[in-house]
């Protein structure tokens, strides 16, 4: 029972470079979404999916992209890593109302962009 | 549009003492309340919800938190704490009209022996 699971769970880039980070979820979620979690600031909502092939924009989208072409995964992307996408970034996952239902959420991926 | 607020961002308790993490929030429209708890280099995990009902919810752990509408706030509380209540705690609020989460920006509580 794995849950929702994120990898790589630690990474460092260079400036410019690109990477993909990988959320799979097996609850058969329509709902997930990618949070950054930057110290003072909680977590801010990127980018979410309301179901396989959609995507939408949260708090703070700039900078990354994501795909969903399958219901249990849910990529994210950045393009060309800056020092100020140096974050630890959790994925999660809910049913398709949250109502009466609860929110589940990877264990992290630390990024770090030098 | 909805926002949620704690004031706190460290709190330093001593083992056995109680210990209370404030949150407030503010929204045009009804919300769900959690707390989430984070231990260290962990993920979130949901530690208690208030959905409808009793605005008095507990959780397994000892840790209770009460609706309160007319002051918006969702404190949070613990009579007596432990040395594994290290972690940092965020309050968040659920939004019915837009389903949005909306977290808090934290409270670290820091138990001392």
């Known amino acids: 029972n794995a849950g929702v699971t994120q990898t790589p769970k630690f990474r460092v880039l260079k400036t410019g470079q690109s990477m993909t980070l990988l959320c799979a979820q097996d609850?058969?979620?329509?709902?997930m979404y990618w949070y950054r979690q930057d110290p003072g600031m909680g977590l801010r909502l990127i980018h979410y999916?309301?179901?396989?092939?959609?995507?939408a924009k949260g708090e703070v989208p700039d900078g990354y992209n994501v795909s969903r072409l399958k219901k249990q995964n849910f990529l994210l992307g950045l393009e060309s890593a800056a020092p100020s996408q140096t974050s630890v970034y959790f994925c999660?996952?809910?049913?398709?109302?949250?109502?009466?239902?609860?929110?589940?959420f990877g264990e992290g991926s630390w990024l770090t962009v030098v | 549009a909805q926002s949620v607020t704690q004031l706190d961002s460290q709190v330093p308790v001593f083992e056995e003492a109680p210990v209370e993490l404030r949150c407030n929030y503010s929204?045009?429209?009804?919300?769900?309340l959690f707390w989430y708890v984070q231990y260290p280099n962990q993920g979130l995990q949901l530690l208690l919800k208030y959905l409808s009902g009793s605005t008095l919810v507990k959780s397994i752990n000892g840790f209770e938190a009460e609706f309160n509408k007319s002051q918006t706030s969702f404190h949070l509380r613990k009579p007596s704490v432990h040395i594994s209540d290290t972690a940092e705690y965020f309050c968040a609020t659920f939004n019915f009209g837009n389903e949005k989460l909306t977290f808090g920006t934290g409270t670290r509580l820091t138990i001392i022996p």
């Open positions: 929204s045009s429209v009804s919300v769900y």
């Open positions: 999660a996952s809910s049913y398709v109302r949250i109502s009466g239902n609860t929110i589940y």
């Open positions: 999916s309301v179901g396989e092939g959609t995507t």
């Open positions: 609850m058969n979620h329509e709902y």
